[in-house]
Nanobody
Framework: QVQLVESGGGLVQAGDSLRLSCAASGRTFSSLHMGWFRQAPGKEREFVAGMSRSGVTTRYADSVKGRFTISRDNAKITVNLQMNSLKPEDTAVYYC??????????????????WGQGTQVAVSS
């Protein structure tokens, strides 16, 4: 089993930055592909960013490319999401997720078996 705990959310203004962190415990962290998803009020949860277990491959949603950066520290068993130039449309609950499935990183949430409780990000205009 894997436990994931997010932190770092908050209320910021448009153009500001936030750094989300996800601390993992349980299963060997380095064996997991890691991802960030978000769910805005009244919308379905969507993929934001992901990093392969090796750390070599990253993927981003088009809406955050160039603004968000995912990183992982296998020694500290954490995965981070640096969010710059935040926009009001980035307002959502952000979830950290882990996947042990497949050789390649997937952006499909069905492939992620492990989820954190979520952290709220609110961006005012």
């Amino acid at each position: 089993q894997v436990q994931l705990v997010e932190s770092g959310g908050g209320l910021v203004q448009a153009g500001d930055s936030l750094r989300l962190s996800c601390a993992a415990s349980g299963r060997t962290f380095s064996s997991l592909h890691m991802g960030w998803f978000r769910q805005a009020p009244g919308k379905e949860r969507e993929f934001v960013a992901g990093m392969s277990r090796s750390g070599v491959t990253t993927r981003y949603a088009d809406s955050v490319k160039g603004r968000f950066t995912i990183s992982r520290d296998n020694a500290k068993i954490t995965v981070n999401l640096q969010m710059n130039s935040l926009k009001p449309e980035d307002t959502a609950v952000y979830y950290c997720a882990g996947s042990s499935m497949g050789l390649l990183l997937s952006i499909e949430e069905e492939k992620f078996a492990y989820w954190g409780q979520g952290t709220q990000v609110a961006v005012s205009s």
